[in-house]
């Protein structure tokens, strides 16, 4: 293992140790290290074939019924695989 690597794990494993709400310490090493900080965009409009949605409402629907989609896709083709 490289020293840095060996560095971070070394002081994340100390600042656990040291913590007196382990679980909010672990979580936020887990959230430095996933460069998550908190923060959120959110989003005003949505193009969907030509067609500006704005309505919130109207954009998690097109938002859901993409992923639906994808999920459905994905079914689809681990179905159609044949194993000997």
């Known amino acids: 293992m490289c020293f840095m ?3 971070k794990k070394l002081n994340y494993v ?3 140790k040291k913590s007196l709400n ?3 310490t672990i ?3 887990v959230n430095l290290e996933t ?3 908190g923060t ?3 989003i005003n409009t949505l193009n969907i ?3 500006s949605i704005s309505d919130s409402q109207e954009i998690a629907n097109a938002f859901n019924k993409y992923f639906l989609h994808i999920a459905r896709s994905n079914n689809t083709k681990q179905n ?5």
């Open 40 to 42: 959120t965009e959110k």
């Open 5 to 7: 690597k060996e560095t």
């Open 49 to 51: 074939d030509g067609n």
């Open 22 to 24: 382990k679980n909010k």
């Open 27 to 29: 979580w936020d090493i």
């Open 14 to 16: 100390d600042k656990t």
């Open 80 to 84: 159609d695989l044949s194993f000997p």
């Open 35 to 37: 460069n998550k900080n």
